[in-house]
């Protein structure tokens, strides 16, 4: 199984903070690495596919990068409504595994 | 639109079966695969396992023994069942078109408890 080693596992920026997130990946996973953001008691947004592909509907604040194992999250200006839980999903092989999440606060 | 809703029972006793229903909209089954995934209370996500779009299965090597999945497409409804149940399973199921892994469902607390 392909291990998805995901830091910091939490994380205080001020608004207005560039903010990056970071997935490393026990393998070449081919890019195969999706960003979600999940609230509490909702369900996983996904913010980002295939490494740097902008889901629908998501800030361009919000942008992705990486390649081989190692994959990046970046929001470039942190705003208020960022407050959430951040995790990567990697679906190059299965099976499909997570990483353990960011807890993103504002200070 | 694409919509995905889990149903089933909130409590389930040890040693019992858990079953859980996807119901989707707005697209195929037959064309997108749907997964499973779970989320214990304050920890991090797990892939159970998906049905693909030809109909055939993959499970997690942790829960294979335990796990089936299956589907209705003319109900649009995916099925969860896995046996056995212990109070480690208790977790918020959720289910998701895991072609693109893009659209989930708002998930199901299931609780494992006498």
């Known amino acids: 199984d392909i291990q998805m080693t995901q830091s910091p596992s939490f994380l205080s920026a001020s608004v207005g903070d560039r903010v990056t997130i970071n997935c490393k990946a026990s393998q070449n996973i081919n890019k195969y690495l999706n960003w979600y953001q999940q609230k509490l008691g909702e369900a996983p947004k996904l913010l980002i596919y295939?490494?740097?592909n902008l889901q629908t509907g998501i800030p361009s604040r919000f942008s992705g990068s990486g390649s081989g194992t190692d994959y990046t999250l970046t929001i470039s200006s942190l705003q208020p409504e960022d407050v959430a839980t951040y995790f990567c999903?990697?679906?190059?092989?299965?099976?499909?595994?997570f990483g353990s999440g960011t807890k993103l606060e504002i200070k | 639109q694409v919509q995905l809703k889990e149903s089933g029972p909130g409590l389930v006793q040890p040693s019992q079966t858990l079953s859980l229903t996807c119901t989707v909209s707005?697209?195929?089954?037959?064309?997108?695969?749907v997964s499973w995934v779970r989320q214990p209370p304050g920890k991090g996500l797990e892939w159970m396992g998906a049905i693909w779009s030809g109909g055939s299965t993959d499970y997690n090597s942790a829960l294979k023994s335990r796990l089936s999945i299956s589907r209705d497409t003319s109900k649009s409804q995916v099925f969860l069942k896995m046996n056995s149940l212990q109070t480690e399973d208790t977790a918020i199921y959720f289910c998701t078109r895991s072609s693109k892994f893009d659209y989930w469902g708002q998930g199901v607390m299931v609780t494992v408890s006498s």
């Open positions: 295939n490494t740097n």
């Open positions: 999903l990697q679906h190059s092989s299965r099976p499909r595994t």
């Open positions: 707005g697209f195929s089954l037959t064309s997108n695969s």
